[in-house]
C-alpha cells in the first residue's frame, strides 16, 4: 500500500510540475511604447489569439532603453514594441536586443526592412509618423494666435508659456525632435533654436504625446508631437490642427525588438511575427492610432497623415541611433536647455 502511496505522490507531483511548466510557457514580458490605449488593445487580442498570458509595462522608449540597459545581466522582459526606432538602433549596437529575421519581412515596407537591416536584425520597423505639432484652435481663436506654419513660427513671443514639449531624456518623440532640428539647422544652431524656444516652453513632459493631450484640454495652446497623435485628439472631438513644419520635419519608425537573454523566447518570436501581420496592424486605427503601417498590405487609415504630403528630411536614422552620439546630444541639452527649463 506504501509504495502504491509513494507512486500517487510522485504522480500528483509530476502533474504539478507539467501543468506548471506549461503555464511558464505560456507567458509573455512584454513592453510597449506607444500609447496606452493600443497597448491595451494589443495585449488583449494576443492573449485572445494565442491564450498566452501577457505582462505588459507601459514605458516611453527612453525609459524603456535605460531600464533593458540596466537589467542586461539578468533582463526580465522578452520584447519590446513601438517606441521611436532611435533607442531600439541604440540597443541594437549595444547587443542588448537579438537578431530575429521574421518570416513577415518580405511583406513590409522598404522602411521597415531597412531599419532591420541596418541594426543586422536586431529590430525592426512596425509604424511610421512624422513629427510636426497640434495647437489648440479654439485658444488661438481667444488669444488672436497666427497659425504656426514653421519651425521658425514657433519663437514668436506671442507663444509665451504657450509650447510644451517632451524631455528628450524620457522620450523618443522629443529625442526625434532633437535630432531633426539638428539635421535642419547644424547643432550649434539648432541648440540656439532651443534656447530661444525654452522661452515659450511652458513643460517638458515625460511623455511624447502627453503636450498635445495637454492641448486638446486646454491646458498649453501647443504640443510638438508626432503628427498622428495630434490627430487622434481631433478624431476624439477637441479642437486640435495638426502642423507639419515648412522647413522639413524628420520621422519615427516605430520599432520592435526581441530582448537578449529572453526567457520566453518562443512566445516573443510569436508576438513579433503576429505584430507584423497584416490583420493586427489593419486595427490599430481602432485605439485611435493612426501611424503608417508597416506591413505593405495593412489598412492606412484614412486619418494618417501621409509621407507624401509633407516635407520630410532624410533623417540619419543610423547617425542619431549611435550610442554615442544620442549620448552627447543628450548631454549638450541637459547642459544648454534642462538646466535652464521653465
Request: proline letters at 4%.
Amino acid at each position: 500500500m506504501g509504495s502504491v502511496k509513494i507512486a500517487a505522490a510522485t504522480l500528483a507531483a509530476g502533474v504539478t510540475f507539467f501543468a506548471f511548466s506549461a503555464h511558464a510557457d505560456g507567458n509573455l514580458n512584454l513592453i510597449c511604447s506607444a500609447d496606452v490605449v493600443i497597448c491595451e488593445q494589443m495585449e488583449g487580442a494576443f492573449e485572445k489569439e494565442t491564450g498566452i498570458s501577457v505582462n505588459m509595462v507601459r514605458l516611453s522608449s527612453g525609459e524603456t532603453y535605460a531600464k533593458i540597459r540596466a537589467e542586461a545581466r539578468n533582463p526580465k522582459t522578452d520584447i519590446w514594441w513601438a517606441g521611436t526606432g532611435d533607442p531600439h538602433l541604440q540597443a541594437a549596437s549595444e547587443g542588448l536586443t537579438l537578431e530575429y529575421k521574421s518570416p513577415m519581412l518580405g511583406e513590409l515596407q522598404d522602411w521597415a526592412v531597412k531599419q532591420a537591416e541596418s541594426a543586422g536584425y536586431r529590430t525592426v520597423g512596425v509604424y511610421a509618423g512624422a513629427l510636426g505639432w497640434g495647437y489648440n484652435t479654439e485658444i488661438f481663436k481667444q488669444k488672436n494666435f497666427k497659425e504656426p506654419k514653421c519651425w521658425a513660427d514657433l519663437l514668436d513671443p506671442a507663444f509665451k508659456g504657450e509650447v510644451q514639449i517632451a524631455n528628450p531624456n524620457s522620450s523618443g518623440t522629443a529625442y526625434t525632435a532633437l535630432a531633426t532640428l539638428v539635421q535642419i539647422m547644424g547643432e550649434d544652431q539648432a541648440f540656439d533654436y532651443l534656447k530661444k524656444l525654452n522661452d515659450n516652453v511652458s513643460q517638458y513632459t515625460k511623455s511624447g504625446s502627453a503636450p498635445v493631450k495637454a492641448a486638446a484640454r486646454g491646458e498649453t495652446a501647443i504640443g510638438i508631437v508626432f503628427m498622428h497623435d495630434a490627430v487622434a485628439q481631433a478624431v476624439e472631438g477637441f479642437p486640435v490642427k495638426s502642423v507639419a513644419p515648412c522647413e522639413g520635419t524628420g520621422y519615427e519608425i516605430g520599432s520592435m525588438s526581441i530582448i537578449k537573454g529572453a526567457k520566453n523566447l518562443d512566445n516573443a518570436k510569436k508576438w513579433y511575427d503576429w505584430a507584423l501581420s497584416p490583420a493586427v496592424q489593419s486595427k490599430m486605427k481602432e485605439a485611435k492610432s493612426f501611424q503608417l503601417p508597416s506591413n505593405k498590405t495593412a489598412e492606412i487609415p484614412k486619418e494618417a497623415p501621409k509621407f507624401e504630403d509633407i516635407k520630410l528630411i532624410d533623417y540619419d536614422f543610423k547617425t542619431y541611433g549611435d550610442p554615442a552620439k544620442r549620448k552627447a546630444l543628450l548631454e549638450r541639452w541637459d547642459r544648454e536647455i534642462g538646466a535652464n527649463a521653465n
